[in-house]
T-cell receptor, first 114, second 113 residues
């Protein structure tokens, strides 16, 4: 069975600073990988996804993520954080034909300092 | 845009009550899911359905059941609510199985007293 670890429960960055949120997964083959964002009181919104091909994936709101098979990682990055990026971020992995059965990490709560 | 609507944002129920959480999607999606969200645990899959009248257990089905009588509607049922079922419940849908992204509702925060 697949699993996902987000090592950082909370992260605080200053507005304008760069951001990297870590995600490590466990799965035997090439997984489907996703990042979702959840603003307070809202459901989850898809930021980006990786299925195959180019290991650097661009998403919405200026986010990108890089799939590194050797490290079993799929870290989310943004070069310059805006105050509106404060939210909770979830990494998720799906497996093969059952790709919709996503396993989620515990989430990372991002706070942005003015 | 896909819309997944959960009928209640907040619910307060008493221990032992039967609780229904309703979810409707408007995009003719085949697949529907119920997740539970708790701090530090992320989202955990309770039940899912790939077709009408079809259901499969997820990772934490105990104490829950589901119903899918129509394609657009997926209901989560707590047969006898307990305080450890106090949580945020999220419904999601997707178009096809192989890696199709999930579209989430805004969640129902259930408190069982």
């Amino acid at each position: 069975a697949q699993s996902v670890t987000q090592p950082d429960i909370h992260i605080t960055v200053s507005e304008g600073a760069s951001l990297e949120l870590r995600c490590n997964y466990s799965y035997g083959a090439t997984p489907y990988l996703f990042w979702y964002v959840q603003s307070p009181g809202q459901g989850l919104q898809l930021l980006l996804k990786y299925f195959s091909g180019d290991t650097l994936v661009q998403g919405i709101k200026g986010f990108e993520a890089e799939f590194k098979r050797s490290q079993s990682s799929f870290n989310l990055r943004k070069p310059s954080v805006h105050w509106s990026d404060a939210a909770e971020y979830f990494c998720a992995v799906g497996a093969g034909n059952a790709g919709n059965m996503l396993t989620f990490g515990g989430g990372t709560r991002l706070m942005v300092k003015p | 845009d896909v819309k997944v609507t959960q009928s209640s944002r907040y619910l307060v129920k008493r221990t032992g009550e039967k609780v229904f959480l309703e979810c409707v999607q408007d995009m003719d999606h085949e697949n529907m899911f119920w997740y539970r969200q708790d701090p530090g645990l992320g989202l955990r899959l309770i039940y899912f359905s790939y077709d009408v009248k079809m259901k499969e257990k997820g990772d934490i089905p105990e104490g829950y059941s589901v119903s899918r009588e129509k394609k657009e509607r997926f209901s989560l049922i707590l047969e006898s609510a307990s305080t450890n079922q106090t949580s945020m419940y999220l419904c999601a849908s997707s178009f096809y199985r192989g890696g199709s992204p999930l579209h989430f509702g805004n969640g129902t925060r259930l408190t069982v007293t």
